[in-house]
Nanobody
Framework: VQLQASGGGLVQSGESLRLSCTSSEIGLDHYQIGWFRQAPGKKREGLSSINLRDGSIDYADSVKGRFTISEDKFKNTVDLQMDNLNSGDTAVYYC???????????????????????WGQGTQVTVSS
């Protein structure tokens, strides 16, 4: 199963981008959907995650107050609105889906990449200062 992440690009510090995650193979509303990013030489970092069964949402401290995750059931997308971007946000951004977390969204595990079994190809976000 493949997810498609889109919406990346080159922006200046302080600007916004909206990323979108979708799939032509699965309905996202039966999964926990997470957004992650990975910068060169760094570990993959969980940013935000939404459980589409109970609506619970989590944010990493690094993006809380700047990023907003949302679902559009009609479009079968989960979007990540990113505001007030800075150079530290430069990375490849991935969306991922988890069946395990959909049924058991343990907060301590919500950003564990190994629990997400379907991934998108990534979209590059570059923020110039």
């Amino acid at each position: 199963v493949q997810l498609q992440a889109s919406g990346g690009g080159l922006v200046q510090s302080g600007e916004s981008l909206r990323l979108s995650c979708t799939s032509s193979e699965i309905g996202l509303d039966h999964y926990q959907i997470g957004w992650f990013r990975q910068a060169p030489g760094k570990k993959r970092e969980g940013l935000s995650s939404i459980n589409l069964r109970d609506g619970s949402i989590d944010y990493a401290d690094s993006v809380k107050g700047r990023f907003t995750i949302s679902e559009d059931k009609f479009k079968n997308t989960v979007d990540l609105q990113m505001d007030n971007l800075n150079s530290g946000d430069t990375a490849v951004y991935y969306c991922a889906a988890s069946e395990i977390l959909y049924y058991s969204p343990v907060r301590a595990n919500i950003f564990t990449p190994d629990l997400y079994n379907h991934w998108g190809q990534g979209t590059q976000v570059t923020v110039s200062s």
